[in-house]
């Protein structure tokens, strides 16, 4: 019986470290001209909402307050290929949605247009940024008011896409394992070729050295 609780306990925990692993959120601050990039890593076919504010800091009030309309967001996303796949201004508070097509590292990067910051040259700005992946993006009170869903059925739709969500994380494991076995092997085999080419390169020396040695004694007519 303790036996199925620990069991219990532990599938629990798993579960829970996939679902926060599908969301993050943070705040950081950039200046006029800094770019912050992000690595996200997400599966394929996966879709990715981006949720971001923005606050500049008042030196009379000191502290963050919500930036004006005329500043904006410039988002780029990159693939693991380093193919755009995302690229847009927003303004200061906005939203912005891509879906992967390629499992693995996507790089998120952030900067504020200069032309409008330069207004406030030497401030701060506050940029929260919320990441939602997979089902988390969905919206499921929209879904269910626009297909007419019952609480029940809108329950079973949601257990269906964390498992399919599931799925996908488990498939880029097992694809991130697979790379990772393939650079093992491609390493072992370069450190055995290296050790061979050492190995006949040491041969070749003292084959060398005895050569020379037999010239040298035979020209000194010591043997």
Not at 120 to 149: C, P, S, T, W
Not at 189 to 208: C, D
Request: glycine share 4%; with cysteine; hydrophobic share 40%.
């Amino acid at each position: 019986m303790a036996a199925v609780r620990m069991r219990s306990c532990v599938l629990s925990v798993l579960l829970l470290n996939v679902f926060y692993s599908f969301v993050s959120s943070l705040y950081f601050h950039i200046g006029e001209t800094e770019k912050k990039c992000f690595i996200e890593e997400i599966p394929d076919e996966t879709m990715i909402i981006g949720n971001y504010r923005t606050q500049l800091y008042d030196k009379q009030r000191e502290e963050y307050l919500p930036a004006t309309q005329g500043l904006g967001m410039f988002v780029e996303v990159k693939d693991p290929d380093d193919k755009v796949i995302l690229s847009r201004q927003y303004g200061s508070e906005g939203r912005f949605t891509f879906t992967s097509h390629t499992p693995g590292e996507h790089q998120i990067c952030l900067h504020s247009n200069s032309s409008k910051f330069s207004l406030f040259a030497g401030g701060m700005l506050r940029v929260h940024l919320d990441i939602q992946v997979g089902e988390h993006a969905n919206n499921y009170a929209e879904i269910a008011a626009k297909d007419k869903l019952t609480e029940l059925q809108l329950r079973v739709r949601q257990l269906v896409e964390q498992v399919d969500q599931i799925q996908k994380e488990q498939n880029y494991q097992r694809y991130r394992e697979e790379r990772f076995r393939q650079t093992s092997e491609s390493t072992n085999q370069r450190v055995l070729w290296w050790s061979i080419v050492q190995t006949l390169i040491l041969v070749a020396i003292g084959i060398w050295q005895m050569r020379h040695l037999k010239s040298f004694f035979e020209a000194k007519k010591l043997v």
